[in-house]
């Protein structure tokens, strides 16, 4: 069974870092893409990013390009989600996904088969 875990969520003043962590467990995710989303209250969730557990493909929305960084840890299945120059407009519910087969270029929802519980990010003024 595919178990998600995010943590490191919290509040920060705007221009403070965060750092976001994905556990990943239940299965050998080496084959699988890792994507991050958010979703503030009142609208969709939205794509942040994805990354091959290689590393090697990165792919970053362009509202947090230059300033959220994907990295993974295989030996310790964790996948995270460096967070600086944050501003007011980053405050949502951040969920780490895994899919192992991506549906169509791994931006939107539905190409993601599990989901972690989120994790809740405030970025105050």
């Known amino acids: 069974q595919v178990q998600l875990v995010e943590s490191g969520g919290g509040l920060v003043q705007a221009g403070g870092s965060l750092r976001l962590s994905c556990a990943a467990s239940?299965?050998?995710?080496?084959?699988?893409?890792m994507g991050w989303f958010r979703q503030a209250p009142g609208k969709e969730r939205e794509f942040v990013g994805r990354i091959s557990w290689s590393g090697a493909i990165l792919y970053y929305a362009d509202s947090v390009k230059g300033r959220f960084t994907l990295s993974t840890d295989n030996a310790k299945n964790t996948v995270y989600l460096q967070m600086n120059s944050l501003k007011v407009e980053d405050t949502a519910v951040y969920y780490c996904?895994?899919?192992?087969?991506?549906?169509?270029?791994?931006?939107?929802?539905?190409?993601?088969?599990?989901w972690g519980q989120g994790t809740q990010v405030t970025v105050s003024s």
């Open positions: 239940g299965r050998t995710f080496s084959s699988y893409t």
């Open positions: 996904a895994a899919s192992r087969a991506l549906v169509g270029d791994g931006t939107t929802p539905v190409a993601y088969k599990y």
